[in-house]
């Protein structure tokens, strides 16, 4: 089993910056995609960004051109750089390992809040 811990969200103006990192406590290596989600009040969770083990990267449309999504499996690390944040950036955002429906895992979140 592995454990997710987010860190790296906070308060930012409009049009400010910010990165979030996702440490894992164990080798992400064999997990296939390592993704970022988040979840505003009242709404569904949502993919932000994703990583492939094979270099792979696909974003949310809102999101694309603004947020950078990077995986080091050596590390065992994701992170996604947040740029030109927007108050609808706003939400609880997850760090996600997958493997296959049976070898998934979530972190506890991490607040982002973008005031206008």
């Known amino acids: 089993q592995v454990q997710l811990m987010e860190s790296g969200g906070g308060m930012v103006q409009a049009g400010g910056s910010l990165k979030l990192s996702c440490a894992a406590s164990g080798s992400i290596s064999s997990f296939n995609h390592m993704g970022w989600y988040r979840q505003a009040p009242g709404k569904q969770r949502e993919l932000v960004a994703l990583a492939t083990n094979a270099g792979i990267t696909n974003y949310a449309d809102s999101v694309k051109g603004r947020f950078t999504i990077s995986r080091d499996n050596a590390k065992s690390t994701v992170d996604l750089q947040m740029n030109s944040l927007k108050p609808e950036d706003t939400a609880v955002y997850y760090c996600?390992?997958?493997?296959?429906?049976?070898?998934?895992?979530w972190g506890q979140g991490t607040h982002v809040t973008v005031s206008s």
């Open positions: 996600n390992a997958h493997k296959n429906w049976l070898t998934d895992y």
